[in-house]
Nanobody
Framework: VQLVESGGGLVQAGGSLRLSCAASGSIFKPNAMGWYRQAPGNQCPLVASITRSSFTYYAESVKGRFTISRDNAKGTVYLQMNSLKPEDTAVYYC?????????WGQGTQVTVSS
């Protein structure tokens, strides 16, 4: 199984981006899926997660601005990011927890200019 993120880029503060994370390979039925982000020199905290039954979690810093969703049939997770701030600049990673292991994507860069 490989996870491939897309949708990152450069955006001005206040703008929006939508990240996608799609699985390729064998049949993929993840339990929880989530987005993490890592700014240079920082740790890689959880930004948002969603269970198979669509229970969601958001970090305080993104509540009300980011929305996580998933398409179980496609094994895909999305992160809609609105009202972006310069402090949202980071590499965003997708993670999937499955019965056979934990998988990570390669990351996609999000840069928010002030």
């Amino acid at each position: 199984v490989q996870l491939v993120e897309s949708g990152g880029g450069l955006v001005q503060a206040g703008g929006s981006l939508r990240l996608s994370c799609a699985a390729s390979g064998s049949i993929f039925k993840p339990n929880a899926m989530g987005w993490y982000r890592q700014a240079p020199g920082n740790q890689c905290p959880l930004v948002a997660s969603i269970t198979r039954s669509s229970f969601t979690y958001y970090a305080e810093s993104v509540k009300g601005r980011f929305t996580i969703s998933r398409d179980n049939a496609k094994g895909t997770v999305y992160l809609q990011m609105n009202s972006l701030k310069p402090e949202d600049t980071a590499v965003y990673y997708c993670k999937a927890d499955t019965d056979t292991g934990i998988y990570w994507g390669q990351g996609t860069q999000v840069t928010v200019s002030s």
